[in-house]
C-alpha cells in the first residue's frame, strides 16, 4: 500500500539544538550549544520530589494544574511585581514553557491568521503557527543590537494580523526589552484586537541592575496578553519539563479546553516539590546574580579573544562575533569548531526563517565554572 502521507510541516528537519548536541557527544566536545545547565539540581528540591511521591501524589493533577502550585506562582508575581493573578481562572501549569507556547498558538490561531514574530527567535514559534494554517510575519533583527524599528513594525500590521510573539528576554540575542520599549508596543497594539504571546521562560534572569519585566505588569499588554514561563529555566530543570501560562480568564478558558485534550494534566509530584521549594522567594530573588556572575566570568576570559562578545543583558546566553577569524558561513563554522577544537556552539542562523551569516555563534552558560574555563581556554587559541 502507498500511503500519501502529506506532512504537515514539509519544511521542518530535526532542530540544530539536537543536531550540535550530537555532534558534541560524537566529538566529545564540550557542549555550549544546547540551552541547559550541565551543574546539578539542588539536592532539596530533588527530595522534595521524593517527599512528595512519599506522601502519596502519584495521581492526576487537576487538569488546570495541582492548586498549592498555582497559589504559590500566584503569590511570587504579588511579591515580585505587586501583580495579583487569579491563581483558579487565569492560571494553567504547563508540560514546560513549549507547550503552554503550542497551546497558546493553537487557541488563537486559524487559517490564514498572521503572526508576527521576531528573528531571530526561538525555533517552535512559527512551525506551531504553520501547523494551524497562519501565516508567519518575521520581522529580522539583526547583530550586533537587533534593535526593533518600531515604525517598521506598524506597517506589517493589517486586518489579517492576529497574534504577534515576543521572548524577553531574549532567547538567543540576550536582549531585554525595558519599560519603554514595552512602552512602545503598547502604543502599537492599542486600539487593535491583536493579542501577544510573551514568553517570558528567562524572566528573572536580567543583569546589572536591571529589573523583571513581565508584560503583566501593564495592564494595555495584559489584558491582550498569554504569558509563557518554564521552571526547567528557573530550578535548573529542563528535563522536568513544567511551565504555566497566564492569561485572562477569557482566554484561559479557551486555552483550558485546548489544553485538556493535548496533556490534561501535568505530572504531580513534581508541581508539590516546585510548590514547597518556591515558598521560600530568596530562591528566585538570587537567580539574576548567579547568572550575571558566569556571563561575566565567560565575557571576561574571552577579552583577549579573537571573537567579539556581544552584550547579553540577561537570559543565559552569550552570542560572538567570529568576523575577525573567517568570512566561513555560520554553520560551517560551528561544526568546525566541534570537529577540530572539540567546543559546539549554535550558528545564530538557526533562529532566521529565511537564511542570513553574520558570523555571530550562540553560546549557552549555564554551566559549571569549570566547564566556562575550559570554553575560554579554547576559544582563546582560535
Ligand atoms: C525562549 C524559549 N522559550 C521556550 C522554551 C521552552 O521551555 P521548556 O523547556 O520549558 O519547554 C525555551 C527553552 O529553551 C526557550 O529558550
Redesign the pocket.
Known sequence: MNFNLRSKLPHVGTTI?TKMTMLANEQQALNLS???PDFETDPKLVQQVSAAMEKGHNQYAPMIGAQLLRETIARQYKEIYAVEIDATEELTV????????FTAIATIVRPQDEVIIFEP??D?YGPTVELFGGKVVPVRLLAPDFQIDWDYVATLINENTRFMII?NP???TGKVLGKEELGRLADLLEGTDILLLS?E??EHIVFDGASPQSVLRIPQLRERSFV??????LLHT?GW???YCIAPAAFMREFRKVHQFNVFSVNTPMQFAIAAYLNDITYVKGLAAFFERKRNLLKDGLQQSRFKVLPSEG?YFLNLDYSAITQEKEFEFACLLTIQHKIATIPLSAFYKEPTDQQVLRVCFAKQDDTLLKAIRILNNI
Open positions: 539544538f544546547q540551552g541547559f504547563t508540560s514546560g514553557g513549549t507547550q503552554a507556547i527567535a526561538y517552535c521572548n531574549n532567547n538567543p514568553d521562560v528567562y509563557v514561563a518554564s521552571f526547567g529555566k529542563t519539563k513544567i511551565g537570559t
